[in-house]
């Protein structure tokens, strides 16, 4: 699977973006999919993630607690998107999209269990 990212860019603080994760290569659909970031010196972090299809609750949506209720993802048969609204400073960072690193159910928050990588895009949010 191949995924390339686009959108991101610099926005004040209230504002919003979108992200778009277009995939090509392997089956797109059958993986769980995610979005990831990493702002300077800290962690990759859980963003939020949307489950396979095919799985019995396709669709099903998860979200890190610092973007619920202010960012949304969705995807189509060939891209993975990232809405975010109302975005804070705290948001700016490096964002990434990933892919499962297998075919299963479920939505994984941790980063080692993606296999495939977009590029990352800079999201600079001012105050």
């Known amino acids: 699977v191949q995924l390339v990212v686009s959108g991101g860019g610099l926005v004040q603080a209230g504002g919003s973006l979108s992200l778009s994760c277009a995939a090509s290569?392997?089956?797109?659909?059958?993986?769980?999919m995610a979005w990831f970031r990493q702002a300077p010196g800290k962690a990759r972090e859980f963003v939020a993630g949307i489950s396979r299809d095919g799985d019995r609750n396709a669709g099903t949506t998860l979200y890190a607690d610092s973007v619920q209720g202010r960012f949304t993802v969705s995807r189509t048969s060939a891209t993975v998107d990232l809405q975010m609204n109302d975005l804070k400073p705290e948001d700016s960072a490096v964002y990434y999209c990933a892919a499962d690193r297998v075919v299963r159910p479920g939505i994984r928050r941790s980063d080692y269990e993606y296999g495939y990588w977009g590029q990352g895009t800079q999201v600079t949010v001012s105050s």
């Open positions: 290569g392997r089956t797109f659909s059958v993986y769980a």
